[in-house]
């Protein structure tokens, strides 16, 4: 790399951190430039990718003409701005990640589609005068002063804002197809049917199609559906999300529903339409109808390949449907309980410790506790090793029916001195199955006590988390409370494995 596209890349992650610094790069007054806004995180390796290896080239080939500021998320106000880039595009929050770049009214995700697009967005726009910055409030405190902007086209909705949320009234006689399909948030696979596969055939079918969203977001839903799954004859280990129910046909995934959904559209709407699986189990999840359709319910034949049309059930029921849109459980509740059940186990571990200082034995430990603390900690590990995984790599985390564990972990809070909270985790639980491996095989008593301390500390640290999220951050990560959790059953596990007689008085 040359010294000089290293200080232009110095430059803009300087500009990016909000701080005053130099003035931004002036190019002569006839000089067309093209702008852009990066938005990186430390530790993302495609983020540097880019960084690295991607800009480098263009600023030699470029000059002045090309740049780039380079803002490094890393505070709420930062995690705002880049979710207002998003919206240019129409992106929901969950689907948004780094690096991400915003050039006029393109938005750029990932290093592969900056590393395409972004040459080509240049070669088309210094031509025609270049491009100024992007007009959008959240990225005004970050912009360099004087920085010209262009007024940008309000977002788009979002695909799926076509999608029906009743079901439609349409003329008797009409043919339609109805269909079921469960999803969560926080899916990958359930947002890309929503957003790219289903618009599209509800654009080329109008009110001849209609699926109801279902999203699971408690474990009554969850049961449900695996009822009715099973009802269909899958297993348990079968059920995922995107899952949809399309008469008596079970389509399970992006993929299957991608490729069969639109042929069995094909394949009943000549017959009459289809009408939603009268599965007893899915009764709870059917949305109210028209009266007209309750009234003339379409009664589908047999198609020549011998599958049963279902019926249009008459009366369906509504209780307990988790319609479109529908938030999920936020967690605060389940944080706040965690918050106080680690107060009170530190607390209970401080006194009991302060009582084997005075001479006062501590419980004994049962038999199982020396290879059962070991387990616990590997589960531990696990949980850290995965928080690590979606903090360090551009991907959409798991965050099941609990909380908002993105927006956890796009905080500011989700790194400490620029290390990942989760690299954190593994670490600390690494150490902890040293520190037990350490007093088993030694017999040392000074490892339990080691041990003790680090679990103690990291409970602190985990109450400190724990805090933030519901009253600082303002969303819960449940993967974050496991790890809180887990902490804490190690630090009561560690204070029975203690020898009392090293801590007594002499």
């Known amino acids: 790399m040359t010294h000089r596209n290293l200080m232009l890349i110095l430059l803009s992650l300087f500009l990016g951190a909000g701080s005053g610094g130099p003035a931004w790069a002036q190019a002569a007054e006839d000089t067309a430039i093209v702008h852009a806004v990066m938005f990186s995180r430390q530790g993302c390796p495609h983020c540097h990718d880019v960084i690295d290896n991607v800009l480098p080239p263009l600023y030699e080939q470029y000059g002045d003409q090309l740049q780039v500021l380079i803002i490094e998320v890393d505070s709420p106000e930062k995690s705002e701005a880049l979710y207002a880039a998003a919206a240019v595009a129409g992106l929901p929050r969950n689907r948004v990640g780094v690096p991400l770049m915003l050039i006029g009214d393109r938005v750029l995700i990932g290093s592969l589609d900056i590393r395409n697009e972004l040459p080509r967005l240049i070669e088309q726009h210094l031509p025609t005068g270049g491009l100024p910055f992007s007009s959008l409030s959240a990225l005004d405190p970050f912009l360099p002063e004087g920085a010209v902007t262009v007024t940008l086209p309000p977002p788009p909705p979002a695909p799926s804002a076509i999608l029906p949320k009743q079901p439609p009234a349409v003329a008797a006689g009409t043919p339609v197809v109805y269909a079921l399909m469960f999803w969560m948030d926080g899916c990958p696979h359930c947002h890309d049917v929503m957003d790219y596969v289903l618009p599209p055939l509800q654009m080329q079918y109008g009110d001849q199609m209609y699926v109801h969203l279902i999203e699971i977001a408690t474990m009554e839903q969850v049961d449900a559906l695996y009822a009715a799954a099973e009802a269909a004859g899958l297993s348990r280990n079968q059920v995922g999300v995107p899952l949809m129910f399309v008469g008596d046909q079970v389509l399970i995934g992006r993929d299957e529903i991608q490729n069969d959904f639109p042929r069995l559209l094909a394949q009943y709407l000549p017959l009459g339409g289809l009408g939603f699986s009268t599965l007893t189990a899915l009764a709870q999840f059917l949305p109210d109808l028209p009266d007209e359709l309750a009234a003339e319910a379409p009664v589908v034949e047999p198609p020549a390949a011998g599958a049963t049309a279902v019926p249009l059930p008459a009366a369906p029921v509504n209780e307990?449907?988790?319609?479109?849109?529908?938030?999920a459980y936020d967690g605060f509740t389940l944080a706040i309980i965690t918050l106080v059940g680690m107060v009170v186990a530190l607390a209970y571990t401080a006194v009991r410790f302060w009582q084997a200082r005075q001479g006062k034995p501590l419980p004994a430990a049962p038999g199982w506790l020396m290879t059962g603390l070991p387990l616990v900690a590997l589960v531990g590990?696990?949980?850290?090793?995965?928080?690590?995984?979606?903090?360090?790599?551009?991907?959409?985390?798991i965050c099941g029916p609990v909380g908002d564990c993105q927006a956890v972990q796009q905080s500011e809070y989700a790194y400490l001195f620029g290390i990942p909270i989760g690299v954190i985790g593994v670490i600390g639980y690494v150490a902890i199955l040293a520190a037990w491996l350490w007093g088993v095989v030694k017999n040392d008593n000074r490892a339990f006590l080691l041990l003790l301390g680090m679990t103690s500390f990291g409970v602190l640290f985990s109450i400190y988390l724990t805090y933030l999220e519901p009253f600082v951050i303002g969303a819960v990560c449940a993967w974050c409370l496991t790890s809180a959790v887990i902490m804490t059953a190690?630090?009561?596990?560690?204070?029975?494995?203690?020898?009392?007689a090293s801590l007594a008085p002499a």
């Open 490 to 500: 190690l630090m009561l596990m560690s204070l029975s494995l203690v020898d009392e």
């Open 381 to 397: 590990l696990g949980v850290a090793g995965y928080l690590a995984y979606i903090e360090t790599q551009p991907v959409v985390p």
């Open 320 to 327: 307990g449907a988790a319609t479109f849109g529908e938030p």
